[in-house]
């Protein structure tokens, strides 16, 4: 898969980031498979070396997406320091993960906290990754 995204980024530059994602296999035809298969869920060490691995391979991607909604706050903030330089925003309506039963909210001012406690500046964006307002720790 990599291959096929690295290969249509060359030729088009037309995706702003490499977001990844885990499979969420709550209410999902694949559910039934994989339980009765005995196959757990990747879990945040696979997915940061995946993320990690993302960042060196997919290297004509400017942005790699830390992803904090599907993975979890903390995966989040460890995803900064494995390669992702976007933790991801708010989501104000997200139905791909809510259809599993997977729920993962923020507000802005615990995104921004969640930013500033990994050791990072947060700074607001556009959807074309152009900069807004960074945002300073308080002392």
Same mark, same amino acid.
């Given at each position: 898969?990599?291959?096929?995204?690295?290969?249509?980024?060359?030729?088009?530059? #037309?995706?702003? =980031?490499?977001?990844?994602?885990?499979?969420?296999? @709550?209410? +999902?035809?694949? !559910?039934?498979f994989v339980e009765e298969s005995g196959r757990?869920?990747?879990?945040?060490a696979r997915y940061l070396r995946i993320l990690?691995?993302?960042?060196?391979?997919?290297?004509?991607?400017?942005?790699?997406?830390?992803?904090?909604?599907?993975?979890?706050?903390?995966? #989040?903030?460890? =995803?900064?320091?494995?390669?992702?330089?976007?933790? @991801?925003? +708010?989501?104000? !309506?997200?139905?791909?993960?809510?259809?599993?039963?997977?729920?993962?909210?923020?507000t802005v001012e615990e995104t921004k906290l969640?930013?500033?406690?990994?050791?990072?500046?947060?700074?607001?964006?556009?959807?074309?990754?152009?900069?807004?307002?960074?945002?300073?720790?308080?002392?």
């Amino acid at each position: 898969h990599w291959d096929h995204i690295r290969s249509l980024q060359d030729e088009h530059r #037309g995706f702003t =980031a490499f977001v990844p994602w885990s499979y969420k296999r @709550g209410n +999902t035809p694949m !559910e039934r498979f994989v339980e009765e298969s005995g196959r757990r869920p990747a879990g945040a060490a696979r997915y940061l070396r995946i993320l990690a691995a993302s960042r060196i391979y997919l290297d004509n991607f400017e942005h790699v997406q830390a992803s904090w909604f599907s993975e979890g706050k903390k995966t #989040g903030q460890a =995803a900064l320091h494995f390669g992702a330089d976007d933790f @991801g925003g +708010t989501l104000f !309506e997200e139905n791909v993960h809510l259809a599993t039963g997977h729920d993962n909210r923020t507000t802005v001012e615990e995104t921004k906290l969640l930013i500033q406690e990994a050791g990072f500046v947060p700074v607001q964006r556009t959807t074309l990754y152009d900069r807004g307002p960074r945002f300073e720790p308080v002392a």
